[in-house]
């Protein structure tokens, strides 16, 4: 008898790589990561399947993946690789695929900068990362718009506040 292959379970696949000790501090990282992915999958009304690869890294490594892929060399919060780069609404009955990359400074920074807590700053930048392999953009006011109203419907279902309220009221202070 042929050995059967085995079958992945169905719905979204979502592998964590941690390769920096910050992360380690964080209680049940890989539910606050995966239950953000799928926030994410749902605010945008797609189906919760597909495969996302999240690297929880430190800033060096985040720095080198922006030269390299984007040609800047600055670290930034969270990196978005999708597997195939289809407009939203191409692609909106089928799951996502892709790596999103987080570097745990800049996020612990931030958050601290933002007075919250790391563990909902990075769950917002999962839902950010997850949308732009979803196919995603904020290269315009538009689009910008459109992907900050998911992120707060997702950020919602987390329990977790609008974090844009804050950015805009401090703005204008």
């Known amino acids: 008898m042929k050995p ?3 079958r992945r379970p169905a719905g979204l696949q979502v592998e964590i790589m941690i390769d920096a000790s910050g992360w380690g501090g ?10 953000a992915a799928r926030a994410a999958l749902h605010a945008c009304g797609r189906p919760d399947t597909g495969e996302i690869s999240v690297l929880l890294t430190d800033d060096q490594r ?16 969270v990196l978005s690789f999708a597997a ?13 695929c ?5 570097a745990f400074g800049t ?17 917002h930048l999962v839902i950010h990362g997850t949308l732009h392999l979803a196919g995603y953009d904020h290269e315009n006011a538009a689009d910008a718009d459109a992907m900050e109203a998911i992120e707060i419907t997702a950020l919602a279902s987390l329990g977790i506040a609008n974090p844009y309220l804050v950015s805009h009221s401090e703005s204008e202070a």
């Open 4 to 6: 059967r292959p085995r």
């Open 84 to 96: 195939a780069t289809l407009p939203a609404a191409q692609t909106a009955s089928q799951g996502v």
């Open 107 to 123: 996020i612990a920074s931030e958050a601290a900068g933002e007075d919250k807590a790391i563990a909902d700053h990075l769950r």
């Open 62 to 77: 985040l720095r080198a993946l922006n030269l390299r892929y984007r040609n800047k060399d600055a670290s930034t919060n």
């Open 98 to 102: 892709g790596d999103i990359a987080l």
């Open 26 to 35: 964080l209680d049940d990282i890989e539910g606050l990561v995966e239950g």
